[in-house]
Nanobody, 120 residues
């Protein structure tokens, strides 16, 4: 019932910027945590950034100061503003929601991912 729709990925040159969006839809009562992971070929999936409903934020050390996460609770939407992009940021970025409460219960959900490619 809950679907995550991601957008904003693409090809960008090093030093450029990109803005990712993810919107959760369905009979959602609340989302405790929403954020972004990324996975590059041959690499382990890693947390990029996440935000709790009350605004507490966690960033990976590798993106600190370059990426900014924001959340619109009314729209069940999370954004990731990515600045000063590096070749090492190339990966599939996946939207993640933790402890999503619906009329059926509480579950976690993943988006299908959006490709970000940074050329150097």
């Amino acid at each position: 019932q809950v679907q995550l729709e991601e957008s904003g990925g693409g090809l960008v040159q090093a030093g450029g910027s990109l803005r990712l969006s993810c919107t959760a839809s369905g009979r959602i009562l609340s989302i405790a945590i929403i954020g972004w992971y990324r996975q590059a070929p041959g690499k382990q999936r890693e947390l990029v950034a996440r935000m709790t409903r009350d605004g507490r934020v966690t960033y990976a050390d590798s993106v600190m100061g370059r990426f900014t996460i924001s959340r619109d609770n009314a729209k069940n939407t999370v954004y990731l503003q990515m600045n000063s992009l590096k070749a090492g940021d190339t990966a599939v970025y996946l939207c993640y929601t933790d402890r999503v409460a619906t009329t059926e219960g509480v579950s976690d959900y993943w988006g299908q991912g959006t490709q970000v490619t940074v050329s150097s």
